[in-house]
Nanobody, 124 residues
Framework: QLQVVESGGGLVQPGESLTLSCAVSGLTFAAVGVGWFRQAPGKRRERVACISSGGQTDYEESVKGRFVVTRDNAKDTVSLKMNNLIPEDTATYYC??????????????????WGQGTQVTVSS
């Protein structure tokens, strides 16, 4: 069974950086596509970034150029490096995984394994 655990959230000031990590277990990591989602109070959950099993990435428009998602197949982890954070990035961030064919170059359309979330707060 696919399991994911996020870590790395915290309180930062505007303009600072933060890196979130997603540890994946239960399935062959190289065959898992991973998405990062966030949900702010009173708002819908949105996908901010994803990386396919083949390493293809995609980003939500508001984070393009600021967020970078990478995967380390040796450590079974996916990282989300968030740069130049703004208050609007404040939310609970979730990692989610989905089994894919090895080398797939599109992000999953749905995800079956979800983490518990980690809080990111951007405030001065």
């Amino acid at each position: 069974q696919l399991q994911v655990v996020e870590s790395g959230g915290g309180l930062v000031q505007p303009g600072e950086s933060l890196t979130l990590s997603c540890a994946v277990s239960g399935l062959t990591f190289a065959a898992v596509g991973v998405g990062w989602f966030r949900q702010a109070p009173g708002k819908r959950r949105e996908r901010v970034a994803c990386i396919s099993s083949g390493g293809q990435t995609d980003y939500e428009e508001s984070v393009k150029g600021r967020f970078v998602v990478t995967r380390d197949n040796a450590k079974d982890t996916v990282s989300l490096k968030m740069n130049n954070l703004i208050p609007e990035d404040t939310a609970t961030y979730y990692c989610a995984g989905q089994i894919q064919i090895l080398g797939t170059n599109t992000c999953p359309a749905r995800y079956t394994g979800w983490g518990q979330g980690t809080q990111v707060t951007v405030s001065s």
